[in-house]
C-alpha cells in the first residue's frame, strides 16, 4: 500500500477522532512502521500533503504535529460517505438529470464537469445528458456555482415504467462488469475470520488489516452508483460484500484505536 493511501485511511478512520486532531510527527512515524513505511518517507508523504493543503503543521517546542485541514476533514467526511454509507435509503423512481452544453474551446471545464458527475454518483445516458437516482441535484448546483462556460440544465424526470429504468441503468453503468469484481471481493472476504476473532487480535495486526481492507474495498464504491434495488439485477453481490466488509471492519476497529491511542499518547511522554 502507498503510504499516502494508508495516510488518509489512518485519518479517516481513527486520528481525525483523537483529541483535537493534531497528531505528533513521532506517532505518525510509529503507526506508518506497522507498513514498513521509513521515516524519512513518512516525511516526504506528508509535506507534499501539507504543500497541496489537505494537511497543516503545528509545533510544540521540537515536536510537530500535523492535522487535516477542513479541505481534507470534507474530502474524508466524502470519502466515509461514499464507502460506509450504502443502500439505506428506497428510491422514490425520479431520476436526477444534468443536461450541459459547453464550448469546444473549453474541453478542459468540461472535463472537470464529467468528473464531479461521475463522484456524485451519475452516470452519462447520453453524451451531454448524465442521470442519477439520487436526490443530489443541490450538491451539483452547489459545485457549480462558480461554472461560467456553457449552459447547464438540472432537471427531474420519470421513466413510463421499471423495464425502461432498468434499460437506462444498464446504458449509463457497466454492472456486469461491477459484479464480477464483488464477486471476485465475495470469495476473499467469505474466507476472513469470524468477527470474534479478529477483535481480539493484537492492535498492530488490527489496524494493518483494517487498512488493508478499506484499500481492498475502497475503489468499488467509487465506481459504484449505489443504485436501489428496483434497478441492480438479479443477485446482486454487492450488499452482501458490503456486510462482510462492515462486519470485518467493525470488529477490527476496536483493537485497532486503542493502538493508535496508546501510540499518540506515548509520543507525548
Known sequence: ??????????????????????????????????????????????????????????????????????????MLDEGRARIFERGISRWDGLWRMVIYAIPEQNRSQRDQLRKLLAWHGFGPLASATWISPHPRLDRIAEALREQSAGRLDLLESRAPDRTAD????????????????????????????PPAELAALPGDEALRRQVRLVASYRRLPFRDPDLPDELLPEGWPGRRVHELFMAAHDALHGPADRFVREVIERSYA
Open 1 to 74: 500500500m502507498k503510504p499516502r493511501a494508508v495516510l488518509w485511511d489512518m485519518f479517516g478512520d481513527h486520528l481525525r477522532y483523537v483529541g483535537d486532531g493534531r497528531i505528533p510527527m513521532r506517532a505518525l512515524n510509529r503507526l506508518l512502521e506497522v507498513f514498513g513505511v521509513s521515516d524519512s518517507t513518512a516525511r516526504v508523504v506528508l509535506a507534499r500533503m501539507r504543500r497541496e493543503r489537505w494537511f497543516e503543521t503545528y509545533r510544540n517546542g521540537r515536536q510537530s504535529s500535523y492535522a487535516a485541514t477542513p479541505r481534507g476533514l470534507a
Open 166 to 193: 432498468r434499460e437506462m441503468a444498464g446504458r449509463c453503468w457497466d454492472l456486469d462488469g461491477l459484479a464480477r469484481e464483488y464477486s471476485e471481493l465475495l470469495s476473499q472476504y467469505s474466507e476472513l475470520p
